[in-house]
């Protein structure tokens, strides 16, 4: 069973362009909403996260959009630049006292220059 | 402050054969997590701990033991490696508490021939 399903699998933008990327999840319990941006040969990094008490966050250039009735939040990227190319993967946490996360199977971003 | 620190980076197994992952963390961190990443999978949960001397099962356990001696080391082993446990093996620690997200490793590229 997928918790977390993520759209798209590979998304293509050019230099300046916005991207998105969704992600939408099943258990009402989770209780927290991170991205990960992961460069080839690293380990994924923190990028920004949510809660879902809260519609919008926005850090820079990337902002998430919640939506808590329809289950859903998704990132995006404004005035994408081709650092940005990499993987990125959405996630929820489980709450309790073992703050599991489940992953999305993540997008490959590519910014064309 | 070296983060999360795993070893060995690459390694290749015959196939039965054991081995022994260390994940080792600076941070003070009570919980421990492994993942293991594979194409078009996204991250998948092996194990995982909330503190010294406690484990728990993911999503994945089959084929793989853990232990958590020390609050700073968490261990990932294969007693009898096979061609499906090829993958690469990230671990990450995070504090408990609402709003933290996980410190990942650089990961493990392991293949079993």
């Known amino acids: 069973q997928q918790q977390v399903k993520q759209s798209p699998q590979s998304l293509i933008v050019q230099k300046g362009g916005i991207s998105i990327i969704n992600c939408a999840y099943e258990?009402?319990?989770?209780?927290?909403f991170p991205w990960y941006q992961q460069f080839p040969g690293k380990g994924p990094a923190l990028l920004i996260a949510i809660r879902p008490d809260v519609s919008e966050k926005k850090e820079g250039r990337f902002t998430i959009s919640f939506n808590k009735s329809a289950k859903q939040f998704s990132l995006h990227i404004m005035d994408s630049q081709p650092g940005d190319s990499a993987t990125y993967f959405c996630?929820?946490?489980?709450?309790?006292?073992?703050?599991?996360?489940?992953f999305g199977k993540g997008t490959l971003l590519t910014v064309n220059p | 402050n070296a983060g999360v620190t795993q070893t060995p980076k690459f390694r290749v197994l015959k196939t039965g054969q054991s081995m022994t992952l260390l994940c080792a963390q600076d941070?003070?961190?009570?919980?421990m997590y492994w993942y293991r990443q594979d194409p078009g999978m996204g991250l998948r949960l092996i194990h995982y701990s909330v503190g010294e001397g406690t484990t728990a099962k993911g999503e994945v356990p089959d084929g793989y033991n853990v232990s958590r001696l020390k609050k700073q080391n968490f261990l990932l082993g294969l007693e009898s490696a096979a061609p499906s446990q090829t993958s690469v093996y990230f671990c990450a620690s995070s504090y408990w508490g609402a709003n933290y997200g996980y410190t990942f490793g650089s990961g493990t590229r392991l293949t079993v021939v």
């Open positions: 996630a929820a946490r489980s709450g309790g006292s073992n703050y599991k996360l489940t």
């Open positions: 941070m003070n961190h009570e919980y």
């Open positions: 258990n009402t319990a989770f209780d927290y």
